[in-house]
């Protein structure tokens, strides 16, 4: 009987360290750049349209908290892949300590340039971003004693980047509030977009990063607002999804420019565009099947105003590819969050997934 029982407590203590290991921290800290797609909460106190404090967002996360999503947006997921135990804060709530796991700087609306979004009211562009960045670095030093103790934390941190869609949504395809399609042509956009995105990503190295993960943008052309100016309600908007891969290809080749004058640092590119499109061409392979309509909205294909304050969703929130008009359910950013951590296609990241990125 005893050495039944010896047995049996080997068996739960190995149990225990496994579970340990698959939960064990994979790096000290997540820094998170962007827009609505990650923004957790950054516009809630800013005079803005582009809020989402309200239900039914959150519906499924226990209530609204800023995310533009029914649940957790792709950096949640992201967050619990790398082991930590919490979702990164938000740069508007995190206090003290919180800073020295990561913190979430995006902002709903937020473009690479400073322009894009002002349309809809404040909100925290790709510099303004950065510099509270910088401002948190100061923190990190004063914290952990001097600026070589902060060097070597910060290097081993994971930052992921993802910006440009509102440069399209909210700019260069809004020619009625922005001349930028009227000054560029769509190479000439990414050319200009990448020149600033490139000096923003330089700023964060000089400040400490080391670990870069370059989210692309999306199909926007394939969003319930894109589809529902569609005749049939189902066919992309190609115009766009043209010009983001435009951007989207000039932003991998910035990958390999930017780790050949980095040696020291690794930068990677997220390939979001192939893994929505996935999703939205083989929708019963990730349990999808409604992928041209957003499960709460108004209008064609809910899709032609977002969300509004107490407005009912779908009740199989699972079954949706989009949430809204322009944002993916959780069941969809965990799909991307998934495959940016862990590669399932040698096209989803380049050089390497995110995973690799924080085993560096």
């Not at 990650?38 to 106190?45: L, P, Q, R």
């Not at 020295?100 to 995006?106: D, E, F, I, P, Q």
């Not at 509102?166 to 020619?175: A, G």
């Not at 309509?293 to 107490?310: D, E, S, V, Y």
């Amino acid at each position: 009987m005893e050495s039944y029982l010896r047995k049996w407590c080997v068996v739960f203590v190995l149990l225990g360290l496994a579970f340990s290991v698959a939960k064990a921290q994979q790096v000290p800290c997540y820094f998170v750049f962007g827009d609505s797609l990650v923004d957790n909460g950054n516009n809630n106190g800013l005079v803005s349209f582009a809020r989402a404090n309200y239900f039914p967002y959150g519906i499924d996360f226990g209530g609204p908290t800023g995310r533009f999503s029914n649940g957790r947006t792709t950096v949640d997921e992201i967050a619990e892949l790398l082991g930590f135990n919490d979702y990164i804060p938000a740069y508007n709530s995190v206090r003290g300590r919180q800073i020295l796991s990561g913190v979430n700087y995006a902002s709903a609306a937020a473009g690479i340039r400073d322009e894009t979004g002002r349309q809809l009211g404040q909100r925290i562009s790709f510099s303004g971003q950065v510099r509270n960045y910088q401002t948190t670095v100061q923190q990190v030093v004063s914290l952990l004693g001097g600026e070589t103790q902060a060097a070597d934390y910060l290097k081993r941190c994971i930052y992921s980047v993802g910006m440009g869609s509102n440069d399209y949504l909210n700019n260069y395809f809004m020619p009625t509030f922005y001349s930028s399609s009227r000054q560029f042509t769509p190479e000439q956009y990414a050319n200009d977009l990448i020149s600033r995105y490139s000096t923003q990503l330089n700023a964060l190295y000089n400040y400490g990063a080391r670990k870069f993960a370059l989210i692309g943008i999306g199909a926007i052309g394939c969003s319930p607002n894109a589809l529902a100016r569609s005749r049939d309600s189902r066919t992309c908007d190609e115009r766009i999804n043209s010009a983001n891969q435009i951007f989207n290809s000039k932003l991998r080749s910035l990958v390999d420019q930017l780790n050949n004058n980095h040696p020291d640092a690794k930068f990677t590119y997220i390939n979001a565009y192939d893994i929505f499109q996935d999703m939205i061409k083989n929708p019963s392979r990730f349990g999808f099947r409604v992928t041209n309509a957003g499960c709460c909205g108004i209008g064609r294909n809910a899709g032609q105003i977002t969300c509004l304050p107490g407005q009912r969703p779908c009740r199989d929130r699972n079954a949706y590819v989009f949430w809204d008009a322009f944002h993916p359910t959780e069941a969809a950013n965990v799909v991307i969050a998934r495959r940016s951590y862990k590669a399932e296609s040698p096209s989803d990241a380049y050089p390497i997934d995110i995973a690799g990125l924080a085993r560096l």
